[in-house]
Structure formats: C-alpha cells, structure tokens
C-alpha cells in the first residue's frame, strides 16, 4: 500500500499569515496518464472532510485562492496564505493511483 | 446540488451486524462511483471500498473485505454498506463520498458505536 507521511503533525498560524503543510509518498504518484494524483482535503471540527485540491494542483470548486500545491512525483507541499479563522481543521493529503487508496495521517492547523 | 444523505447514529453489541445508508440527490445516481470510507474517533481516514452504482461492481480494501458489503438500490438512489461481526474496533464515524476527481461529495457521517 502507498503509505502518505504528513509533516508537521500541528502547525498555529497567526491570521494573515501562511502555512506550509508538507506531504512525502511511499511511491512516484504520477499515473501513467502523466496526472500527479495528490489531493488535499480539509476537515473542520465537527464536519466531513470537503476536497481542496484535486491532480496535485488544481483549485477544486469553491475552494479560495490562497490555497495552492504543488510538487514532485513524491513530495508535495499545501500552502495557504493569508489564513484565516476558517481555514483552521485538519488536512490530509490522499491519493488515487492505485488501489487501496490511502490517507496521509493529517496535520492539525490551529490559529494563534 | 449534490447531497449524499447518510442514515443517523447507531449503537450495536458486539458481534451484531450494522447496516447505514447514503441517499444520493441532485445528479444521476448510476454515473458516478460511490465510496466509504472509515474514520475512527480523532484518527485519520481509511478507505473501505467502492461500489459503482451502475453496474453493482465493487472494490473492497483487503482490509475490510470480510467485514464489510456494498450494495446499492438504484430505485431509490440509496447505497449502502453492511459491516459484520462488530468489536470496539468497528466504532467509528463512516463516510460515504462521491467520485468527482477525487472524493468531491461527502455525507455528514455515520457514528457506529459497539458496546454491549
């Protein structure tokens, strides 16, 4: 299985400034379609996950524009600038080249 | 809009069976795969299986290929999931969650307790 490791486990981030929420794979996620099949989700307390980015780097419908990825074949890096109180929740990172799909075990994001 | 509506909580005894549903509105129903997904109390998320609406095919994790069964009613636009055999490792919140270039539509949840 495609084991996700997310880093760092809780990030607290003052409001305005930027978060970096890194994500390192077992294996190279690049299908063989050349899509990088990373995707970011975020879960805000008491909810259900929503997706943020789908194929590595692609804004999913909604989702504002401070939030951007980007990476490699293994390594990926969420950035989110400008955070705000409403950004605070979980992020895992997940893949869907292969089955079984699989999770990152999430970075916490707290506001100062 | 996309809705996937699951069933409420349920509180089950050990070794009993569980079965909740995902109720799909505001799209075709058989057009798009259908996942669940596991997620224990403060821990991450783990994929279960799928099951394609359409042609009832499925995909189960190897680890949750005795415990659980995908089904789907496409009367009623409702999938659903079955897990047997339930220990305090089954407690959990499950998620149903809709294809759409990556998990796109989630449910709100299904919290599935075990104790006796």
């Known amino acids: 299985d495609i084991v996700l490791t997310q880093a760092p486990l809780s990030v607290s981030v003052t409001p305005g400034e930027s978060a970096s929420i890194s994500c390192r794979s077992s294996k190279s996620l690049l299908s063989s379609k050349g899509i990088t099949s990373l995707y970011w989700y975020l879960q805000r307390p008491g909810k259900s996950p929503q997706l943020l980015i789908y194929q590595m780097s692609n804004l999913a419908s909604g989702v504002p524009d401070r939030f951007s990825s980007s990476g490699s074949e293994t390594d990926f890096t969420l950035k989110i600038s400008k955070v705000e109180t409403e950004d605070v929740g979980v992020y895992y990172c997940g893949h869907r080249l292969e089955y079984p799909l699989t999770f990152g075990s999430g970075t916490k994001l707290e506001i100062k | 809009q996309v809705k996937l509506l699951q069933s409420g909580a349920a509180l089950v005894k050990p070794g009993d069976s569980v079965k909740m549903s995902c109720k799909a509105s505001?799209?075709?129903?058989?057009?798009?795969?259908i996942h669940w997904v596991k997620q224990s109390h403060g821990k991450s998320l783990e994929w279960i299986g799928y099951i394609n609406p359409y042609s009832g095919g499925t995909n189960y994790n190897e680890k949750f290929k005795s415990k659980a069964t995908l089904t789907v009613d496409k009367s009623s636009s409702t999938a659903y999931m079955e897990f047997s055999r339930l220990t305090s490792e089954d407690s959990a919140i499950y998620y149903c969650?809709?294809?759409?270039?990556?998990?796109?539509?989630w449910g709100q949840g299904t919290l599935v307790t075990v104790s006796s």
């Open positions: 505001g799209y075709t129903f058989t057009d798009y795969i």
């Open positions: 969650a809709r294809e759409g270039y990556g998990f796109a539509y």
